[in-house]
């Protein structure tokens, strides 16, 4: 079973089984629709060593870079870089998109009860009229009667166990009694440990995120945090995960624009009313806060004066 603790969130089966891996109709919308995104042009950081030896502004070493233009000299930096070292890098200007190489079916093998979970990698300017397609015709969730959108910071987050049993039961209960969806980062580390339901996460700061390339596949994954590393594990209470890609790895945050427009998107939509009920025509998204630093201020900010504007 997919999460116990998602049960009643929504979307697997009728009796919260985890509903078959896509069919072939759905494999071929997936690989038509939805990219990933790859650097493709090597932008060195600095000028003190080789081209081989040093790490572009991607995160990646030069060496790692296996779609570069075949006619780019290994050892060139101005033909590598395409100009002078410390050139901003963009996704848009260095990398390409192609079809997504990673989306299946995680096993989570840690932990005292095996979890399943759907995942797919995104580029970072996926429309999010095709993530909602994905979410509920593809991995078949029904359409959510609310948004829960829980934030936090990406330190380990230690509540007191009475603290932490309350925060989650509520948030559980919310989302239970208002068939709502929760979404998080989806890493196991910060607030995320305190939630379930549905991860947008960044793809580059997926600890063996190796392990999940392959189309329509099953993997198991083992999800051990260890305290001090860059990269982070995947949280095996989330029972989706919807991991971005913009071309580069160890970049925390570069999942927050899409996953804002997406919850910009649900709050547009018009829906029927009869199958939501009484006055209620759009999903309404509530975000909840635990914790943070400077940049909680920021994101407060954007959520309050943004449109429209999502209450805190």
């Not at 996926?126 to 330190?155: C, E, F, I, Y």
């Not at 580390?189 to 390339?213: E, H, K, M, Y």
Request: hydrophobic share 40%; with cysteine.
């Amino acid at each position: 079973r997919v999460g116990s603790l998602t049960n009643g969130v929504g979307g697997n089966g009728p009796d919260g089984d985890l509903v078959s891996v896509s069919s072939s109709q759905e494999e071929v919308w997936i690989e038509r629709n939805i990219r990933k995104r790859e650097c493709v042009r090597f932008a060195p950081a600095s000028l003190t060593t080789g081209a081989q030896q040093q790490l572009c502004q991607c995160g990646r070493a030069f060496a790692q870079h296996h779609s570069l233009d075949p006619g780019l000299a290994v050892g060139s930096m101005a033909a590598a870089g395409g100009g002078a070292a410390g050139a901003a890098w963009r996704p848009e200007t260095h990398t390409i998109s192609s079809p997504t190489d990673a989306y299946g079916v995680i096993e989570f093998a840690s932990g005292p009860h095996p979890t399943m979970a759907r995942y797919i990698r995104v580029a970072e300017d996926t429309d999010p009229a095709l993530l909602l397609h994905v979410l509920t015709n593809v991995w078949r969730l029904p359409l959510p009667k609310l948004v829960l959108s829980v934030h936090g910071g990406m330190q380990n987050f230690e509540l007191q166990p009475r603290l932490r049993q309350l925060a989650l039961s509520g948030l559980l209960k919310a989302a239970k009694t208002t068939d709502a969806w929760l979404i998080s980062t989806g890493l196991d580390n910060g607030v995320s440990r305190l939630v379930c339901a549905i991860g947008i996460a960044p793809w580059g700061v997926i600890r063996d995120r190796d392990q999940l390339l392959g189309r329509s596949r099953t993997c198991k994954y083992f999800a051990i945090s260890s305290a001090g590393k860059s990269l982070s594990v995947l949280n095996r209470y989330h029972s989706y995960f919807l991991l971005v890609d913009d071309g580069r790895c160890g970049s925390y945050g570069i999942e927050s624009q899409l996953r804002r427009n997406l919850e910009r998107y649900l709050c547009s939509l018009r829906l029927c009313k009869s199958h939501f009920g009484v006055g209620l025509d759009r999903v309404p998204v509530v975000a909840t806060l635990l914790e943070g630093g400077a940049s909680a201020f920021r994101l407060l900010l954007d959520l309050t004066l943004g449109s429209p504007p999502v209450p805190v």
